[in-house]
T-cell receptor
Framework: EAQVTQNPRYLITVTGKKLTVTCSQN?????MSWYRQDPGLGLRQIYY???????DKGDVPEGYKVSRKEKRNFPLILESPSPNQTSLYFC???????????FGPGTRLTVT | QQQVKQSPQSLIVQKGGISIINCAYE??????FPWYQQFPGKGPALLIA?????SEKKEGRFTISFNKSAKQFSLHIMDSQPGDSATYFC??????????FGAGTRLTVKP
């Protein structure tokens, strides 16, 4: 079954404590992205990757890092989380420039 | 600022009616315009998408109308059903990367 998995699904943490949200896909897609969803703002793209070792900034990259060392994984790293990063995060993947984006189930992050 | 503006924020429609959601974009380089449907607790799922070389695309009860000169596109849901109750997002991108989403429309279809 084609899947995008994210872990953890829920996370409560404190300001400044580094965290990583993992994303994995089994569809052998080249493209992967991270989004955050906030009420009244829709989804905003944080980073995207067009291939292994190729990443680029999206709309709101400040405070986030990503890496793409292998095709199936695209972790999102918050080196020093702050309360304004409290949000619902989605990982997504698509095959190519014309392909459908498949979203993961989401990770709800709360930073206190 | 939001590069894709979506309206209305919320919409209530009677079963069998037509739901219409509108979006406007600014960047003329955008070449891919998808609509996503999201149910509570789930990730968005692609509903229908259009490229700017066509003015309309229909899939079942869902139709996208696209006006390139006005930089506007809209989603029409015909014969709306209670199961269509969800949040709908329009989006725009160049080459399916750097995707910009609208703020979303919460649709409620009353039985």
């Amino acid at each position: 079954e084609a899947q995008v998995t994210q872990n953890p699904r829920y996370l409560i943490t404190v300001t400044g404590k580094k965290l990583t949200v993992t994303c994995s896909q089994n569809m052998n897609h080249e493209y992967m992205s991270w989004y955050r969803q906030d009420p009244g703002l829709g989804l905003r793209q944080i980073y995207y990757s067009m291939n292994v070792e190729v990443t680029d900034k999206g709309d709101v990259p400040e405070g986030y890092k990503v890496s793409r060392k292998e095709k199936r994984n695209f972790p999102l790293i918050l080196e020093s989380p702050s309360p304004n990063q409290t949000s619902l995060y989605f990982c997504a993947t698509h095959k190519d420039a014309w392909g459908e984006q498949y979203f993961g189930p989401g990770t709800r992050l709360t930073v206190t | 600022q939001q590069q894709v503006k979506q309206s209305p924020q919320s919409l209530i429609v009677q079963k069998g009616g037509i739901s219409i959601i509108n979006c406007a974009y600014e960047n003329t380089a955008f070449d891919y315009f998808p609509w996503y449907q999201q149910f509570p607790g789930k990730g968005p799922a692609l509903l229908i998408a259009i490229r700017p070389d066509v003015s309309e695309k229909k899939e079942g009860r869902f139709t996208i109308s696209f006006n390139k000169s006005a930089k506007q596109f809209s989603l029409h849901i015909m014969d709306s059903q209670p199961g269509d109750s969800a949040t709908y997002f329009c989006a725009a991108s160049y080459n399916n990367n750097d995707m910009r989403f609208g703020a979303g429309t919460r649709l409620t279809v009353k039985p």
